[in-house]
């Protein structure tokens, strides 16, 4: 590769197509030099210094943080010597990428390496191939040369290895005649009640999801059982962004819930905890009821408008800028948003800026002013009648409900 600019704009599109992370560092200037991510820059630059991550000229594949997959290799041009890191792989999309569980794991083992590999080792093998068929192809327009085939024989026993264990665990699966898994069906009955916002029912549903014996995921019975509840939760956290909730607010309850379920000392404890985050779910899906048609119908550029919004709502936010980010042209999100939510943009963005209002002034000591100003309002004034127009009443007047009450 003779030009720095087009082999930048090869890896750019190998990305945009391969969704594997890629970071290129100068070993001169102990620098990035190129990062297709800069979210990621201060991760890759950390990983980069670790000093147990050796780069050669072949390429190398490490396990770091107990479970996130990454590779390194060095190439020269122009007499320059740079270091390429590709991954990490369980950390691209949290949101559409089932190996956010292994950040899960990783959390509720408290790094314990050897219970996550028996863990993953008994229930769940992690799909690496196309994440070696991506460092083929990076390696290859780095720097011209093609892999030996040895690298994929050891991949090759190792998947002979698994698959064998797999087939084995299923036989005696079929022998046994009470199933120590949790059902598909009784799963989805168990997630449509949440995700309906029907608290009542998803509390008896979930009652029988805690009666139910499972396997044991690891050796410790206190461990497997917070991984139990933290794989369950991690599927409820996601299904209610899926159904209208905060982005941000999801998330927090998903990680007050880690941090206080692996301090938890017995199953009670982490049954009673589980119980009452499933309800707070329920309350918030119910409590946002956002789309008007079936989730599964939603207009994608729709969801993404929602959750640019969520994620905005400091800001000012215009229809133009929303547009932009959905790559959509402004009258198609008009008349889908209106389809899908029943309401305008512009009614809903409103909407949703005031129910956050009249979260600061329930919870916080924040004047009307800061709140009109946090909230990126044009004028206390003009936050204030609009706050009466979706309310009925102003905010100081709301508040003042709230004291009395």
Not at 98 to 109: A, D, Q
Not at 197 to 222: I, M, Q, S
Request: with cysteine; net charge neutral; aromatic share 14%.
């Amino acid at each position: 590769m003779k030009n720095m600019d087009d082999l930048l704009l090869g890896l750019n599109l190998f990305y945009r197509s391969s969704n594997c992370y890629i970071s290129i560092f100068n070993m001169k200037d102990n620098n990035i030099f190129w990062s297709c991510s800069d979210d990621f820059s201060a991760f890759f630059k950390e990983i980069f210094q670790r000093p147990y991550i050796k780069f050669g000229d072949k390429p190398k594949i490490f396990l770091i943080n107990g479970l996130e997959l990454i590779a390194v290799f060095k190439f020269s041009i122009f007499n320059e010597e740079f270091a390429v890191l590709l991954g990490p792989v369980f950390t691209t999309d949290p949101f559409n990428d089932s190996g956010l569980f292994g950040k899960t794991l990783y959390l509720v083992t408290e790094g314990d390496t050897k219970k996550i590999k028996d863990y993953l080792y008994k229930v769940k093998i992690s799909e690496k191939q196309s994440f070696i068929d991506d460092l083929f192809l990076c390696y290859f327009m780095l720097t011209g040369n093609t892999m030996e085939n040895e690298y994929n024989i050891e991949e090759k026993i190792i998947y002979k290895s698994i698959n064998r264990d797999i087939e084995k665990r299923i036989f005696e699966m079929r022998e046994e005649e009470e199933p120590d898994y949790f059902p598909f069906e009784r799963q989805e009955t168990v997630l449509s009640a949440i995700t309906s916002g029907d608290v009542k029912r998803a509390k008896e549903l979930c009652k029988t999801f805690l009666c139910f014996k499972p396997f044991k995921r690891c050796d410790d019975n206190l461990t497997s059982s917070k991984i139990r509840y933290m794989s369950a939760m991690l599927v409820i956290y996601r299904q209610a962004i899926l159904f209208g909730v905060d982005e941000t607010h999801s998330a927090a309850i998903y990680k007050e819930f880690c941090k206080k379920i692996s301090y938890a000392k017995n199953e009670l404890e982490m049954k009673n905890l589980f119980l009452s985050v499933v309800v707070e779910y329920t309350q918030k899906i119910s409590d946002s009821n956002v789309y008007k048609v079936d989730i599964r119908k939603v207009n994608p550029a729709v969801k993404k408008a929602v959750s640019y919004i969520s994620q905005h709502l400091h800001s000012y936010i215009s229809v133009y800028d929303i547009c932009c980010y959905c790559a959509v042209s402004e009258s198609y999100l008009r008349i889908n948003f209106k389809h899908d939510l029943g309401k305008s943009i512009v009614d809903f963005i409103n909407e949703q800026k005031i129910r956050e209002s009249k979260i600061l002034l329930k919870n916080t000591d924040y004047t009307i002013a800061e709140i009109s100003g946090y909230l990126s309002f044009s004028s206390p004034s003009y936050f204030a009648n609009l706050f009466k127009k979706y309310c009925g009443k102003t905010p100081r007047e709301y508040r003042n409900s709230i004291d009395k009450c």
